[in-house]
């Protein structure tokens, strides 16, 4: 069991999961559920101050043709089998946008055509993937539940903790959202998710597929500063509310609730420019400035 999503953005696509993993009946372990293919693809440069001295940069690496990113809930043999077999179809040289979407829905077709028929009906093993799609003139997200492909023009979650996910997505999604703003609800979502529903559970994994076919995956420390600025706003938030629902809370009172409520989220804004500041200053010792 586990929880995966994916959001399409203004700037490229982001597909994130938690680690959890169900083993036989009663075992458990940590393991990653987003899958890249090729499984060494370009990633964005790290930006630096510059020299006048210093040599020029090397050349941008060569993107492939196609990039695929996979994320998904069900039993893990057969999604590993699942998402190879889509990758073998839609990674041919040549092929436009339109014609890898055919191929991937061909995949998932031909797929369930030849295992599922192997199991009895009532024990045949069913998977849900979200896959996000890149090449260089178009990208796209697309659902894939049991043999149908559905393209997906917002977002869209699989796995056992759907339907928080999706409570929490509809609050917070908007359309044109950039990446850097789906990576902040993906966090958020991961952690409640992870903290209520059972067999979701483990890290928070966030990965970007940006629009010129960079991968990256957000850091440990960006997971965990998020995990802990949204449980401090969850904890600001609550006497705020208690206080507007309250027919008994006085103009003044309320008024005083406001002002804690804004202070605690100017100071986190402030926190966060000044780690910013703190990175760029490092980053500027590093080159020895």
Request: proline share 7%; with cysteine; hydrophobic share 40%.
């Amino acid at each position: 069991m586990t929880i995966a999503a994916g959001f399409r953005c203004n700037d490229g696509i982001i597909i994130c999961s938690d680690t959890l993993e169900t083993v036989g009946d009663y075992g458990k372990r940590k393991q990653s559920k987003i899958v890249v293919k090729p499984s060494v693809c370009p990633t964005p440069p790290i930006p630096m101050p510059r020299r006048k001295s210093d040599p020029p940069l090397p050349p941008p690496p060569v993107r492939p043709e196609c990039i695929a990113v996979f994320a998904g809930a069900g039993e893990a043999d057969f999604l590993d089998k699942l998402t190879d077999s889509i990758w073998l179809h839609i990674n041919q040289s040549g092929l436009s946008f339109d014609a890898r979407v055919g191929a991937l829905e061909d995949a998932a077709i031909e797929f369930h055509q030849k295992y599922w028929p192997v199991y009895p009906p009532d024990q045949r093993p069913e998977v849900h993937l979200v896959v996000a799609l890149w090449t260089s003139d178009k990208y796209g997200l697309f659902k894939v539940i049991g043999p149908i492909v559905n393209e997906v023009i917002t977002y869209e979650s699989v796995g056992y903790g759907i339907s928080l996910s999706k409570y929490i997505c509809d609050r917070f999604y908007r359309k044109s959202m950039s990446m850097r703003d789906a990576r902040i609800i993906s966090v958020y979502m991961l952690e409640e998710v992870k903290e209520h529903v059972q067999w979701c559970g483990g890290d928070s994994h966030v990965l970007s597929l940006s629009a010129s076919g960079y991968t990256d995956y957000l850091t440990d420390f960006d997971v965990e500063w998020g995990k802990n600025r949204f449980a401090r706003f969850d904890k600001s938030l609550g006497p705020l509310l208690v206080a507007i629902g309250d027919s008994s809370t006085s103009s003044e009172e309320f008024v005083q609730h406001l002002r804690v409520f804004v202070a605690r989220m100017r100071k986190m804004r402030s926190e966060l420019v000044e780690l910013e500041a703190a990175i760029d200053s490092y980053c500027e010792m590093a080159r020895g400035k």
